[in-house]
């Protein structure tokens, strides 16, 4: 090689590396870590996703109306920079061809809302309702929530079912005890698993103490970041329990973050007490917290739900409500529930009975006859205590219970066709935990009982004294 291109090649390296080429900066030094946050505004938030609205909506979720052969409620929340909503639906495809059909909008009813709870930061939102109606019976459709012609402040495209209205056709529904405590960090493994292992339920019954303190944002953060999706696939119902209220008052974010049907006996009693016919079965909400607190309003939901039984045409029927008829826990006893609604379940021979608040497990029936006398060829009410969420009482052994748990997280998936109603519970990992068959026939009632061989569970079993 030429020994003057040698000693030109040299001499511009040396060039290079004094003069190194000037980068744009950043706007700031990485020196040392790099603790500094890019939104300074949410430094102090440490769960500013869960608590926080923006532009964009969240926490989304369908609900089921009174007709939900025709119906769906959807709710979701924005910051209140978004003054209107809208939900575009259509009835799906097997692709994205519905964009070109016939799509829906329907203009939801927007409340401007701010809350602050305890230590947590004042939040400022706009919450959206919308009912859509004139839907068909038995079809899958698809919805989206927004505001603007902007597609980036849209949700996804949703889908879920409307009932058939076809008597005898199977349906199914997934029954959760109290969430409560640690709702992202332990219930979420409960609903998620619920519904990869039956991604078809038709809809999901909450029975009260969704969650701890009702006026917490970071707790119904929590809840809807633990339901995701799912919330907003698989339309619900939930009953309010007492962590639902305070001082005898109801949540103000229980109305405006769910639509549930209005047809109870009281205007304060609206989307607590309600009555939901799907498609075989008629499924009743009763206020527990209202009806023990209140004599007038203990008054009104007995004669409601007297004149609702005494006019039922429905195949099946099961009543929810938070408050146990017969309490699980030591030292508790709901008497103004079981002497107030007990008769009324005897009198109408009521399927079963879906309840929480004792954070245990128990299932068995209890005569609808006077006398006390049970028969399994002819079934009395099957009445359940359920818990989904991690906290755990003690229980105590009562004569009507044919499964008992305790220190067991668990849900049910109750399917109904024709004459029988099928139960089943798990555990989170997908562990039969209790089942059995209700058998309809000749205006009789069979109890089939399908409890698996695994023992019983009791929290003395894990936690040591």
Known sequence: MNKSLIWFSFLLVCAVACN????????????????????????????????????VPDRIIANLTATPS??????????????????????????????FNIIKKVKAETEVFENQHENEPLVKASYHSAVIDGLEP??????????????????????????????????????????????????????????????????????????????????????????????????????????????EVLTPLWRPQFTLPQNGPLEELLETCFVVDYQDLKVISIDALSYD???????????WLDSILANNDKKWTAITLHYPIFSTKENRDNKNVREGLKPLIDKYKVDIVLTGHDHTYARGQVSNDPTGATSVSDAGTIYAVSVSGPKMYDSMDAEWMERRG?????????????DVLTYQAFTPIGTLYDAFDLVKSNGKKKLVNKIPKTAQRFKSDFVKK
Request: net charge negative.
């Open 20 to 55: 190194p080429v000037k980068t744009e900066e950043h706007g700031h030094s990485h020196d040392g870590d790099h603790h500094h946050s890019h939104y300074p505004q949410h430094d102090s938030v440490l769960s500013h996703k869960l608590i926080l609205p923006s532009k």
């Open 70 to 99: 025709t119906s769906i409620g959807i709710n979701w929340r924005t910051d209140q920079q978004i003054t209107e909503g809208f939900v575009e639906v259509a009835l799906d495809t097997d692709g994205p061809e519905f964009l």
């Open 138 to 247: 038995g079809k899958t459709y698809v919805y989206r929530v927004g505001a603007t012609d902007k597609q980036e402040l849209w949700s996804e495209w949703f889908q879920f079912t409307t009932a058939s209205d076809k008597k005898g056709e199977e349906f199914s529904f997934i029954y959760f005890g109290d969430a409560q405590n640690q709702v992202k960090s332990m219930w979420s493994r409960v609903i998620r698993n619920s519904y990869k292992q039956f991604p078809q339920v038709d809809f999901m019954l909450h029975a009260g103490d969704l969650i701890n303190s009702r006026q917490s944002n970071l707790e119904w953060g929590e809840w809807f970041y633990a339901g995701d999706f799912i919330h907003a696939t698989v339309p619900s119902i939930m009953t309010p329990g007492n962590h639902e209220y305070r001082d």
């Open 293 to 303: 607190d209140k004599p007038h309003s203990r008054k009104a939901q007995t004669v």
């Open 406 to 418: 305790e220190y067991t997280q668990l849900f049910q998936i109750i399917t109904i066709k024709d």
